[in-house]
């Protein structure tokens, strides 16, 4: 019997394991950690590597430890990172190389890799006193507790138009998040980046370097210039008391969608994208596909303002399916545990995070408590914090 079993190892499970770990709310021999990946935190890494992102979005505040300024000490004991770029503007942005180094000292001190199992869950059952949690490599776990802190990576999301292209000439379009995604020296220009957000900016920043003048982003709408996703104060009590004083969920995920800045960018990267389109290395345009039309080597798109797009490689930057994480095995656990879900398919959850005696969420999961930030790293950290506190 182990104490905790945290179902996800990335951001999220890793942070919660982490905040059980440095507050001896258990050990390494009590916990498991279940990820399909060989290694924590193997996704986010691979994402954010592809798009070559160079520092994070959120403050220095933000990362795995349970001290707030764990990060800042690490950058100062580490000689590698005596530089002025280790931090970037006012809110002390981290670098991702660097925040990456602070997470594998984390994962090496504790000894979580260790704890960890790569596998998928296939199915999570209440037993007399436990919960018992099936892999698809066939092993069985009984624990204590169970952390479901799995996201939504994992649903790519991809427009009508481009799902269709997809399936009939696969090589010319892909999601910039596939797993399978080939390396762009070896796609054909030139390159549509698909997308107005910060993961398309990132991409298309990233390509200009490599293919000057061969590239186009293809945005929908106006550039959105925020510093983060959501509005600082969602952190605090100001914006969090009244939204779990909601007794209707509807509202809830209503203030979540409202709060939200989809689609949008730090102003340092608008600026960038602007110095490349002065310099001719980039040429971005807005509009929507209404048609394509496959040649050799290469698409043509129609968009809705008449103009037209020559395309070797369509990178898809659209983010992805807001449905419930997990849905292929948590659907049925749903129905088996008869677990309290709003009419979005998102848990109800007590103010412990608990779906169940013992059944805790973090991430997108735990949104209808923690609020628009439970997807990000901050959001990682008030629901570690929340969980490690019982």
Not at 18 to 26: D, G, H, P, V, Y
Not at 277 to 306: A, F, N, W, Y
Not at 310 to 329: C, H, R, V, Y
């Amino acid at each position: 019997m182990h104490q905790w079993v945290i179902i996800g190892g990335g951001i999220q499970g890793l942070t919660v394991a982490t905040f059980l770990l440095k507050k001896n709310k258990t050990t390494t021999n009590q916990i498991r950690i279940v990820d399909p990946n060989p290694k924590p935190l193997e996704n986010w890494k691979r994402c954010t590597s592809t798009i070559s992102m160079p520092y994070l979005r959120s403050p220095s505040v933000h990362h795995l430890d349970t001290d707030p300024f764990s990060l800042q000490s690490f950058s100062k004991k580490k000689q590698t990172y005596q530089s002025n770029n280790d931090f970037y503007g006012r809110y002390k942005r981290p670098s991702l190389h660097m925040f990456n180094d602070h997470c594998d000292h984390l994962v090496d001190e504790l000894e979580i890799q260790q704890a960890y199992v790569t596998s998928k869950v296939s199915n999570l059952e209440k037993r007399d006193g436990y919960w018992r949690v099936d892999l698809e490599n066939g092993e069985k776990f009984k624990a204590e507790k169970v952390v479901i802190a799995i996201g939504i990576s994992e649903q790519l999301h991809l427009p009508e138009w481009a799902k269709n292209l997809k399936q009939t000439n696969p090589n010319s379009l892909f999601h910039v998040f596939d797993k399978e995604l080939p390396s762009f020296e070896k796609m054909n220009a030139p390159f549509v980046v698909v997308g107005g957000g910060i993961t398309a900016t990132h991409l298309a920043i990233k390509l200009a370097a490599s293919f000057p003048r061969e590239v186009t982003m293809l945005k929908r709408h106006p550039f959105r210039i925020h510093d983060f996703d959501s509005n600082p104060e969602w952190l605090g009590p100001k914006k969090r008391h009244p939204f779990v004083k909601m007794k209707d969920y509807e509202k809830r995920r209503d203030a979540i969608k409202s709060a939200r800045h989809k689609g949008s960018i730090p102003s340092e990267l608008r600026n960038r994208l602007n110095h490349l389109v002065k310099t001719e290395k980039i040429c971005i345009k807005e509009g929507m596909v209404t048609e394509h039309q496959v040649r050799p080597k290469e698409v043509h798109l129609s968009l809705d303002t008449g103009e037209f797009i020559t395309a070797g490689s369509i990178l898809m930057a659209t983010g992805f399916e807001q449905n419930l994480p997990g849905k292929d095995w948590l659907e049925p656990v749903i129905k088996q545990e008869k677990l309290p879900c709003a009419k979005c398919g998102y848990p109800i959850l007590n103010n412990m995070l608990e779906w169940a005696p013992n059944l805790y969420v973090s991430g997108a999961l735990a949104e209808l408590e923690v609020g628009p930030i439970a997807r990000n790293i901050s959001g990682a950290r008030v629901a570690a914090n929340i969980i490690s506190s019982i």
